[in-house]
């Protein structure tokens, strides 16, 4: 059974670029959520995905979208990155939309 | 959702239990108490959950008072690897709702040899 994957590992943006960061939820799971971590803070919602469909959404503005694929992959895209977006960025995926989560690698985000 | 209070830092000598303390004292009757811990610049590792029962698995065990206020995370016999921030979180866990998980501080475990 592969567990959640994310990717890519590291990645350096300048501010005002647009990123892309990507995850693959576990075998059989269909939820995905996502989540900022900045340093030295525990993780924040960002949203969920279930079914391919925003499910929840914590407070960040509209520039964080995402998508979820019909095998349950999911993108999360921030547009005009910031400073304050340096963050690692975690993706867990669950059996269903309230099921216990299960997190990825992460992905750290640095913006210049 | 209910707000967990953690104490910041705890220590452990290598071998012994790690008992780590939990208050969350507002818990409604629809939330379980969650255990996560996270290690160095890694993703979140899920420990644990329960509602109302004790529970215990490979890795914890997990007491929860009969008034549901308060829980206590154990690790048997920790090693130096067990040393991580640990997350108590509680979350309401029902079909249609998020179920998203609110990270506080947490408590930064240090076993030391």
């Known amino acids: 059974e592969t567990g959640v994957t994310q990717s890519p590992t590291h990645l350096i943006k300048t501010r005002g670029q647009q990123v892309t960061l990507r995850c693959s939820s576990q075998s059989g799971h269909n939820t995905v959520s996502w989540y900022q971590q900045a340093l030295g803070q525990g993780p924040q919602f960002i949203f969920q995905?279930?079914?391919?469909?925003?499910?929840g959404r914590g407070n960040f503005p509209p520039r964080f979208s995402g998508l979820q694929f019909p095998n349950y992959s999911s993108e999360l895209n921030v547009n005009a990155l910031e400073l304050d977006d340096s963050a690692l960025y975690l993706c867990?995926?669950?059996?269903?939309?309230?099921?216990?989560?299960?997190f990825g690698p992460g992905t750290r985000l640095t913006v210049l | 959702d209910a707000k967990t209070t953690q104490p910041t830092s705890m220590d452990c000598a290598e071998g012994r239990a790690a008992n780590l303390p939990c208050n969350h004292s507002?818990?409604?009757?629809?939330?379980?108490v969650y255990w996560y811990r996270q290690i160095h610049s890694q993703g979140p590792q899920y420990i644990i959950h329960g509602l109302k029962n004790n529970e215990t698995n490979e890795m914890a065990s997990l007491i929860i008072t009969e008034d549901r206020k308060s829980s206590t995370l154990i690790l048997p016999h920790a090693t130096l690897r067990d040393t991580a921030v640990y997350y108590c979180?509680?979350?309401?866990?029902?079909?249609?709702?998020?179920?998203?998980?609110?990270f506080g501080q947490g408590t930064t475990l240090q076993v030391k040899p």
């Open positions: 979180i509680v979350r309401v866990a029902r079909s249609g709702n998020t179920g998203k998980l609110i």
């Open positions: 995905y279930y079914r391919e469909e925003e499910n």
């Open positions: 507002t818990i409604s009757g629809n939330e379980y």
């Open positions: 867990a995926s669950s059996f269903m939309q309230a099921d216990t989560q299960y």
